[in-house]
DNA sequence: TTAAGTGCAAAGGTTTTGCGAAACT
DNA sequence: AGTTTCGCAAAACCTTTGCACTTAA
């Protein structure tokens, strides 16, 4: 398991290498998503982001996010209307576990078996690409509160 | 396996029984959800609607749309930004193949093992109620095209 | 009869686009 | 120096809401 810094500079690297430029707006972008494991949505991040750059704005925001997916190392989480989250904390596929009460997500300590996937294309005639794993529930907190 | 007759008679059912009324609106709009396994948008059902409805309306769909996931007989499916499908086919959580080419969406042969659930729950202190399995690639037909 | 549902139109909220100004390489 | 990128504002889009009319039970 690769730490924040070393998430920060591989996310660097894959951008200067495809022609990007590192902007300090997009640097510290970077630094958010590689540094926390809480699967910020948009605006949160703009939130943060103001808060070195005051003149900053969600356009760009958005624009470096879809950057990074395109580049593959931020994932794009459609949780609902109105509700995406990014997750750049893990280039690899993981699952999620997503609180219903509060909405917190947290990676899942578990992978989806290989064996499984290829069952599933052998049985589909589907080429297989990637996958997305969430699990729906009450984190240990909203469960104390209910 | 139910075919789609008992799936509209269930939906209906369980309608009925929680107090909502039967209007033609609904019950067409049920037939749609339970006839198709094409996994349609609210834009998709509303376009078929409006051949027997002219007047109907889009905020229709969405009421009544609601109501069917509340009731757990249909299942939102949020797969981007402006891709929202309804899944009305089957009750149970059953894992979604989808083509990044054509956006098909189309059933997978597969389910998740309770015991990978189960262990997921034990490891996280989540209290588990669903899960959202989606599997991303090429379908048989666009491995054709390419 | 009457409370729930329909449908129109307008509002709401997030994401995208256009374009002149700024800045990275 | 030349483009990419920024950031503002406006547009676009889907979804939701309010409200008077209609209708299922």
Redesign the interface.
């Known amino acids: 398991m690769t730490n924040n810094e070393d998430r920060y500079e591989d996310i660097v690297s894959t951008m200067q290498e495809a022609g990007y430029r590192l902007t300090p707006q997009r640097l510290a972008l970077v630094h958010l998503l590689a540094e926390s494991d809480q699967h910020p949505t948009a605006a949160q991040l703009y939130a943060e982001l103001q808060q070195q750059f005051p003149t900053t704005s969600l356009a760009t925001v958005y624009k470096t996010l879809h950057v990074l997916c395109e580049l593959g190392e931020v994932q ?1 989480m ?4 109105d509700e ?1 989250r990014y997750d750049g904390s893990d280039r690899t596929t993981h ?1 999620h ?1 997503i ?2 009460q509060c909405h917190e997500v ?1 990676d ?3 992978r ?1 078996s290989a064996s ?2 290829d ?3 052998v ?18 907190v909203c ?1 104390e509160s209910t």
Chains 1, 2 share one sequence.
Not at 78 to 81: E, K, P, R, V, Y
Not at 123 to 129: E, F, M, P, Q, T
């Open positions: 794009e459609h949780l609902g209307q995406h699952p576990l609180c219903i947290v899942a300590p578990a989806l499984l996937v069952e599933v294309a049985a589909s005639g589907y080429r297989i690409l990637t996958h997305n794993v969430e699990f729906f529930g009450l984190c240990p469960q």
